[in-house]
């Protein structure tokens, strides 16, 4: 049975326009609407990078604050989801953030590859959306397209802003902005 606890689905566009703006995109989740954690990784925040060895292991981060701090600019979406099924998805996350040897691949399993696994365990929506539901190669864009088929909502940022204040998440000044000014939420200062 799906839990009344909202998830949010954060997607940085992909934007390789040149000029020194390349943004490969990142998608990230969090699956039950708790933000303020601070430390170590949380177990309801579904972000994966490649580690730091220059390898291909896996590296999830802690929080929203971090990616944020590793994009360097707000998401471009922040979309809300309602009636999944939170406990398989809180399961599923942990199967793979404690998998050992877990591996980063830049095309079959990057951050959305991640993210899209986790919203399909967590609702039996997506296991039958066949054009949304799965994918060979994932894509911020594609998390986001699945996000809407699963009935998710846009979300402003100024709301959204409000939220994580009032948890005390920890946010920064420094990456509180838009991409640029035709990228990103709206009634957000622009980076470019």
């Given at each position: 049975m799906?839990?009344?606890?909202e998830?949010t689905?954060l997607?940085?566009?992909?934007?390789?326009?040149?000029?020194g703006?390349?943004v490969?995109?990142?998608?990230?989740?969090?699956?039950?609407?708790?933000?303020?954690h601070?430390?170590?990784?949380?177990?309801?925040?579904?972000s994966?990078w490649?580690g730091d060895?220059g390898?291909?292991?896996?590296?999830?981060?802690?929080s929203?604050s971090?990616?944020?701090?590793?994009?360097?600019?707000?998401p471009?979406?922040?979309?809300?989801?309602?009636?999944?099924d939170v406990?398989?998805?809180?399961?599923?996350?942990?199967?793979?953030?404690t998998?050992e040897n877990?591996?980063?691949?830049?095309r079959?399993k990057?951050?959305?590859?991640?993210?899209?696994?986790i919203l399909?365990?967590?609702?039996?929506?997506?296991?039958?959306?066949?054009?949304?539901?799965?994918?060979?190669?994932?894509?911020?864009?594609?998390?986001?397209r699945?996000a809407f088929?699963?009935?998710?909502v846009?979300?402003d940022w100024k709301?959204f802003?409000?939220q994580?204040?009032k948890e005390?998440?920890e946010?920064?000044?420094?990456w509180?902005?838009?991409r640029d000014?035709k990228?990103?939420n709206?009634?957000t200062?622009?980076?470019?």
């Open positions: 799906a839990s009344t606890e998830s689905v997607i940085w566009n992909n934007n390789m326009v040149g000029r703006h390349q490969m995109g990142h998608s990230s989740l969090n699956i039950n609407g708790v933000w303020n601070g430390g170590d990784i949380t177990p309801n925040y579904v994966w490649p060895t390898s291909n292991m896996a590296k999830p981060q802690e929203f971090r990616d944020g701090l590793l994009e360097k600019y707000l471009d979406h922040i979309i809300r989801l309602k009636s999944l406990p398989v998805m809180l399961s599923k996350w942990r199967d793979v953030r998998k877990a591996h980063y691949r830049e079959v990057n951050c959305s590859t991640i993210v899209g696994r399909r365990a967590g609702s039996e929506k997506a296991t039958c959306a066949l054009w949304y539901g799965h994918s060979v190669i994932w894509t911020p864009l594609k998390v986001k699945l088929k699963l009935g998710g846009e979300v709301d802003e409000q994580l204040r005390r998440a946010i920064s000044c420094r509180m902005m838009k000014r990228h990103g709206p009634n200062p622009a980076r470019f």
